[in-house]
């Protein structure tokens, strides 16, 4: 199959997959270490508010999400075309895999290592996601680099600021206009992407699936998380603030 009939994305798609359901079993083995039920001060917790079951849930939809993606490409032909392009050179294969690594890896040690451990958790999964879908559905445009370009840039920051000692602590005023300023970020990339691809219908539609896509489910798993399975979020912050009385209130109602 040649590489003109088969887009590129869909190629991608096919190596994209194979890493992400690799470190999806890795992150399920590991996961499967930690403790489902124990006794503490003499209380026995339950299997629902035990620490593995957020890494349990998300490791194993991320094997399903892959596995989807894999046949995705499988469908397209882009798992063809992609065995196909094994017969480049050593080289070229090299800079072309290193290149998507570095970018991938990069992207999602941003939001593992700088945005979760310091910002409020919908808000940086809310941008994570978008960057990252933009990054896969509108590539070829100039906002997918710029915006994972942003990312990378924003998790590093705040990871050399948590290095530097100059993190706010959770639930503190200073936290709460970090927690503001992702949410700008979020709002700015998406202002950023529109502004670029509304000329292009498809790509426009694309846009807006990302974007409502990264919004919703940052919102769902923050609520599942926070008040279905009374999970605590990594960090909770001024979206989960706002979440609270709105809830409480609902609960109230019902």
């Known amino acids: 199959m ?6 590129p994305l869909r ?8 890493v992400l359901i690799a470190v999806s079993v890795a992150m399920l083995l590991q996961t499967l270490t930690f403790p489902l039920r124990g006794t503490y001060a003499g209380v026995r917790n339950a299997w629902y508010v035990s620490p593995a079951l957020f890494p349990l849930i998300v490791s194993a939809m991320l094997i399903l999400l892959g596995l989807g993606l894999l046949a995705r490409s499988v469908r397209a032909g882009g798992a063809a075309a992609a065995l196909d392009d094994l017969r480049r050179s050593p080289a070229e294969r090299f800079i072309r895999a290193s290149a ?17 451990p310091y910002v409020d958790f919908v808000a940086a999964t809310a941008l994570f ?3 990252f879908t933009c990054g896969f559905h509108l590539a070829g445009t100039r906002a997918a680099p ?22 706010p602590g959770p639930r503190t005023t200073a936290a709460y206009v970090l927690d503001g300023a992702v949410w700008a970020a979020f709002v700015l990339a998406a202002v950023f992407v529109f502004s670029a691809t509304y000329r292009v219908g498809e790509i426009r539609r694309r846009s807006w699936h990302c974007f409502w896509t990264s919004l919703l489910t940052a919102f769902l798993l923050g ?32």
């Open 2 to 7: 040649s590489e003109i009939s088969v887009p």
């Open 11 to 18: 190629k991608a798609d096919f190596w994209s997959s194979l």
């Open 100 to 116: 998507a690594f570095w970018i991938v890896g990069g992207a999602i040690g941003a939001y593992v290592y700088g945005f979760i």
């Open 129 to 131: 996601l978008f960057c």
């Open 146 to 167: 710029t915006l994972l370009a942003a990312l990378i840039a924003g998790g590093l920051v705040l990871l050399a600021g948590a290095l530097a000692g100059l993190m």
């Open 223 to 254: 609520a599942i998380f926070k008040y279905g399975l009374l999970v605590p979020l990594p960090r909770e912050g001024v979206t989960v603030a706002l979440m609270d009385p709105v809830f409480y209130a609902l609960r109230a109602l019902l």
